[in-house]
């Protein structure tokens, strides 16, 4: 097989359009805006379930951790539909398999509509396993098509999920009126954003590069067969498991407020209404933190003190959960939004800065993220079966918090400067 080599390091413009300045930049600004409205989807799958969670119980007539499944299995599949990306990335190429994501996004979404519980958590599996997939692709794309921006296209990136996520969250229940109290229509509706971003992607998948001469295997593949052996090698790789373990751990410490700080709320007086708004509430400050986080990476020495902010942050808002659960939900709810939307925008970006270039960058995204929501699908269901043996929320909030000291440990070995698969500093 002839080897295919990374594209030509040229800047923040992508490659394949770089017949003038101008153009240039108006191609490059095109890809930025194309990845941003599907990173935008990335969680809109998810964050719109929680809110009509209800209504489906009573619909369906399913118990609550029955109900429940439609936002764990997400999870779960986020980490083990990512080990099929490279697979997929080797037989589409990077850039249409972005695409292809976005259709299946959009059809999961749609499948819910079909009254169906086997449509429902089907459309649910689907949209799963396709977020995973552009869950590996965004941070490989990143690092080819702006190799010299990565600390501000993953801002972007980190900050458009935590918007797509916000406005999921906040507009699915007003959505019900709209649908004459449908949650189906409600849920439905989310479609719309996929199908928007796959029509604006389709002129970048189309005009990809064309497959390399006498091979099958498209020129922006990334990742080629001859490179499975690498991909292996990760799992014995030092980095490759900090990454990995950072990603892991701080996405089981937000899935697992996601599930459960409404309950707490609710089980301190927090009538059930009002429960969910201050967890809403952190999409805010985490927006903010996501924006400016791997902005200031390279800036900010020590490396391990953004993480150890970030944690610190988390520890104080869970245990504020346990001391003061109600009089000062706001700063609590504040220190959380803070800290994890840190933690995921650093966690996204380590896995670019540890990689020399964009073939390496895909096999870290589908290690550390195939692995880590694996990983992080645990969070919620043992965080659950904490507070059902002890009856309170006491020792699984200091569950998180003793979690939040390994996610220090492994945050702060990922800041370091160095790549997978080397040896010494960069």
């Known amino acids: 097989m002839t080897t295919i080599t990374d594209p030509p390091d040229t800047g923040s413009i992508p490659s394949g359009h770089r017949t003038g ?4 930049a108006v191609f490059a600004v095109y890809v930025a805006s194309g990845l941003l409205l599907i990173a935008f989807n990335l969680r809109i799958g998810v964050a719109s379930v929680g809110p009509v969670l209800r209504p489906i119980e009573q619909d369906l007539g399913v118990s609550p951790s029955t109900a429940s499944l439609l936002t764990t299995i997400p999870v779960f599949a986020f980490g ?16 249409r398999l972005l695409g292809v994501t976005m ?5 999961g979404i749609g499948l819910r509509l079909i009254p169906s519980p086997v ?9 799963g396993a396709a977020i995973a997939v552009a869950n590996v692709c965004m941070p490989a794309a990143i690092k080819q098509d702006f190799g010299h921006r990565v600390g501000l296209m993953m801002s972007l990136y980190s900050t458009s999920m935590f918007i797509g996520a916000a406005v999921a969250a906040a507009f699915t229940v007003p959505l019900l009126s709209a649908f004459d109290g449908s949650w189906r229509g409600a849920l ?4 719309v954003p ?22 099958s295997v498209p020129v922006d593949a990334v990742i080629e067969a001859r490179d499975e052996p690498k991909l292996a090698r990760l799992f014995r790789d030092r980095v490759a498991w900090a990454v990995t373990g950072f990603m892991g751990l701080q996405s089981l410490s937000y899935y697992a407020a996601l599930t459960w700080v409404p309950t707490i709320l609710q089980d301190a007086g927090v009538s059930a209404h009002d429960a969910g708004l201050p967890l809403s509430y952190t999409s805010l400050p985490g927006i903010v933190a996501a924006l400016i986080v791997p902005v200031v990476v390279h800036r900010v020495r020590p490396g391990w003190v953004l993480v150890a902010i970030a944690a610190v942050f988390c520890a104080v808002a869970f245990a504020g959960l346990l001391i003061a659960p109600t009089s000062l939900a706001l700063l609590w709810m504040t220190l959380l939004g803070l800290g994890q939307g840190a933690s995921i925008s650093l966690s996204l970006t380590y896995i670019v800065l540890r990689s020399p270039d964009a073939r390496h960058t895909a096999h870290v995204s589908t290690m550390a993220q195939g692995t880590g929501y694996l990983l992080a699908g645990f969070g919620p269901l043992g965080i659950g ?4 043996v002890t009856g309170g929320w006491g020792v699984p909030i200091v569950a998180l918090i003793v979690l939040l000291g390994a996610q220090l440990v492994t945050g702060a070995s990922a800041s370091r400067d160095r790549h997978v698969l080397a ?3 960069l």
């Open 21 to 24: 300045q101008r153009g240039g």
């Open 80 to 95: 083990a539909f990512a080990f099929l990306t490279p697979a997929l990335t080797r037989l589409i190429g990077l850039h």
């Open 103 to 107: 259709a299946v996004v959009a059809l």
């Open 194 to 215: 996929a199908l928007v971003a796959l029509v604006v992607w389709i002129p970048r998948a189309v005009n990809a590069p064309a497959r390399a001469p006498g091979t």
């Open 385 to 388: 079966a904490l507070h059902t």
């Open 188 to 191: 439905g509706f989310w479609a």
């Open 423 to 425: 040896t010494g500093r």
């Open 119 to 127: 449509a429902l958590f089907g459309g649910t599996v689907l949209v």
